[in-house]
């Protein structure tokens, strides 16, 4: 029995250790955020000294207080379209039956399974066509497919898992269909409608391949690209690229792990087998 | 008439309406995002549009796809891509299937690792990109004086090695896709049920022989599709080596994912650019259908 105790506490230890030393380079990112430019450069593992000047200092520049707007632009209303695009397909898939559903279904899944460089050239072609380059109209509309599918396909397993008979009782007094659904099955479904929100909008956030393509002028600009204008080649300082980084990263991370569970069930459902 | 909660007849051609309208946006995103731009690409890679040369674009036949199979820089890359991809499912394989055994245990310590070792895969890539630069930066890059230091790379950084930057940048590539293995790995462990090993113990199986004959035939699938999954979006990588070489040093590190955008952006050249994405999702049916054909097996 002792012996099965000690193993157990060796796992754990390596555990720590090996996951820890995974870890370390996006440790590094934030470390490095807060640590003065001289002391970055003794390249000590430990941070002598704190300080918050490279937040301070990226946070006064133009250009990226632009980005930052833009970002929160985009990702909003890429968030809003999303839920309010994928609702109702979900609940159509869910509830009705009907000719072509199987292939609508499969249809939307497909666009998710579709990486972002097989259709570029296209996109960049029909958006400068249609003069929408440089546009955050154009970038909205590409990152919808960012996260639309798996939206439509998590909400669509949720929506399953409310019985009807709750929604056919509602109707028996008299409410319509979807004033059914607005009434009984959205307020139950709540959770994963905000986590599907937020999941478009951290996947938005964060593009850099689309946003590359379809943006080139400075007022249009989004966080990812503004990082790279911060990298200046000449005079740069490795803690405000840092600082960007974090000010991109945290988001992502901080709504990731408040919605974990309904992301990480939603992904094995959404048809990857575990 | 009962009304089963599963399947049921529609009411009224009215709920077939309904039905159809709910699921229209979604259905037009679709087809705006992935069908019509696929059908142009295929109409565009028959196209002869060089920007320099005729603003549109005029019907050029097979001229695009005869001179995409002599382009020697493209037959490179696209050799160079395979061992990307081979190259990052291999690590993301190595990195997975020891952490996922480890992480297998019903430990507090091992509930949080297995969420926090999410985070290369939720953590944007310009991000981690600019993160490993930093690391591996030759004048303040804490990698960089291990790697020194042991001799692997010498005053400048690995990045600028046309011999080891790809190695680099692979290894950087399945750290990122790492966690998604590791999370279907779990779940195909947590599958396998006790008694299966207890019966081996009593048999006097030891732990390899169990982790041989039990573990390794009942995660071989997900392995595989997992594998095949993560070797596509390999496949079509573009954001880590371009942010963090730009293709480079000598071409070192430019996969089809970046020769293709910068045929547009670079070169100029959109109806070439087309066609190597044409004949990329040719490569990419391949393999999804293999895909297919080992989830029918199961």
């Known amino acids: ?274 | 008439m009962s009304l089963s909660s599963a399947e049921r007849a529609p009411r009224s051609p009215g709920d077939q309406a309904l039905a159809y309208a709910l699921v229209s946006p979604a259905v037009a995103v679709a087809l705006a995002i992935a069908v019509l731009p696929l059908l142009y690409a295929l109409w565009l890679s028959f196209q002869d549009w060089y920007l320099l040369r005729n603003p549109q674009p005029i019907w050029g036949g097979f001229k695009n796809f005869s001179a995409l199979l002599a382009d020697s820089a493209l037959w490179s890359a696209f050799w160079r891509t395979c061992v990307w991809t081979l190259g990052t499912v291999a690590v993301e394989i190595a990195l997975a299937l020891p952490l996922a055994l480890l992480l297998n245990r019903d430990s507090a310590i091992a509930r949080a690792a297995s969420a926090l070792i999410l985070l290369p895969w939720v953590m944007p890539f310009i991000v981690l990109g600019y993160g490993w630069r930093f690391l591996l930066d030759s004048e303040v890059g804490a990698l960089h004086a291990v790697l020194q230091a042991l001799g692997v790379a010498d005053t400048s950084s690995v990045l600028n090695d046309p011999n080891l930057a790809l190695g680099v940048i692979i290894f950087i590539s399945g750290w990122k896709g790492m966690p998604f293995m590791v999370l279907a790995l779990l779940a195909a462990l947590k599958s396998i049920p006790d008694e299966l090993y207890e019966a081996a113990a009593i048999d006097g199986a030891g732990h390899w022989q169990r982790f041989v004959t039990i573990t390794v035939p009942l995660i071989q699938n997900t392995v595989v599709i997992i594998g095949l999954v993560l070797g596509i979006l390999a496949f079509y990588s573009f954001d880590l080596p371009w942010i963090m070489t730009r293709g480079g040093p000598q071409d070192a590190t430019t996969i089809l994912g970046i020769t293709m955008f910068k045929a547009v952006f670079t070169d100029l050249r959109p109806a070439y650019a087309a066609a190597i994405s044409v004949v990329m999702l040719l490569i990419l049916a391949g393999a999804a259908l293999t895909l297919l054909q080992l989830r029918r097996r199961d």
């Open chain 1, 1 to 274: 029995m002792n012996d099965k105790r000690l193993i157990d506490v060796a796992l754990d230890a390596l555990t720590i250790l090996l996951v820890v030393l995974l870890l370390a380079p996006i440790i590094w990112v934030f470390v490095a955020s807060i640590r003065p430019d001289a002391d970055l450069m003794t390249r000590s593992l430990i941070p002598a000294q704190v300080t918050f000047e490279h937040f301070a200092d990226i946070l006064s520049r133009s250009d990226f207080l632009i980005a930052l707007r833009n970002s929160l632009l985009v990702g909003g209303s890429v968030a809003l379209l999303t839920v309010l695009i994928a609702l109702p397909a979900a609940y159509s898939l869910s509830r009705f039956t009907y000719r072509g559903r199987d292939a609508i279904g499969f249809l939307i899944l497909a666009t998710q399974m579709l990486p972002a460089v097989a259709v570029l050239v296209p996109i960049v072609v029909i958006v400068r066509s249609l003069g929408l380059a440089n546009t955050l109209t154009a970038l909205t509309v590409t990152h919808l497919a960012l996260g639309l599918p798996i939206a439509v396909w998590m909400l669509k397993g949720y929506i399953d898992a409310v019985p009807r008979e709750l929604e056919e009782a509602s109707m028996m007094e008299g409410s319509t269909q979807l004033g059914a659904m607005v009434r009984i099955t959205l307020p139950l479904i709540r959770p994963a409608i905000v986590a599907v929100g937020t999941f478009a909008f951290v996947l938005s956030w964060g593009e850099f391949l689309l946003a590359l393509a379809l943006i080139t002028s400075t007022d249009v600009k989004t966080l990812p690209l503004a990082l790279q204008t911060l990298f200046d080649p000449y005079s740069f300082s490795w803690g405000v690229v840092m600082a960007g980084g974090v000010v991109i990263g945290a988001p992502a991370v901080l709504l990731f792990f408040l919605f974990r569970n309904q992301l990480v069930g939603g992904l094995t459902a959404g048809g990857i087998k575990g």
